[in-house]
């Protein structure tokens, strides 16, 4: 399943509303700016109901991890795809490193940054409502193309 960048889409609504997070220099991570780029799958027929986090580290100017997250209870996980395999039930509700990603050595300190990021329940249902924009943004360009 493609993933799309939320701010193709939605452009003035991402800058207005990304997540950025500044790393001070007694952090885990290498001081600086780090952007959380959110990535919907954009295939019409799915509710995959999933964002990846592509985080962009602004002083190195390159994506450091790409981070899978999943809101939904693992049943509804089990049920999408149709799967009772824990370890793909676990990477599909997240967060987790997505393995088909290029990953830094810096990564697993990013997952920790993000797993932090999302105890913040308003954050998580910003998340959820640029999940439905961008989705039903998808299901009408299919109707177009139709």
């Known amino acids: 399943m493609p993933y799309a960048p939320f701010h193709e889409k939605f ?15 007694h952090s885990k991570l290498p ?34 991890a790409v981070v899978a997250y999943g809101w939904e209870d693992r049943e509804f996980y089990e049920n999408w795809s149709s799967k009772n ?22 990564a697993p300190r990013v997952l920790e940054l993000i797993e932090q990021v999302l105890k913040d329940n308003q954050y998580v249902e910003r998340i959820k409502r640029h999940y439905h924009l961008f989705k039903e943004q998808i299901e009408k360009d299919e109707k177009t193309y139709r």
Not at 11 to 25: F, K, L, Q, W
Not at 35 to 61: A, G, H, S, W
Request: charged share 40%; glycine share 2%.
């Open 85 to 106: 395999d824990p370890e793909i039930i676990d990477d599909l509700k997240g967060p987790a490193l997505n393995k088909a990603s290029p990953q830094s050595k810096l």
């Open 11 to 25: 452009p003035r609504v991402a800058e207005e509303e990304t997540r950025s997070i500044i790393a001070p220099s």
């Open 31 to 64: 001081k600086g700016k780090y952007v959380l780029v959110e990535l919907f799958c954009d295939e019409p027929d799915c509710d995959c109901r999933r964002v990846f986090f592509d985080v962009f580290y602004e002083e190195k100017k390159k994506s450091v």
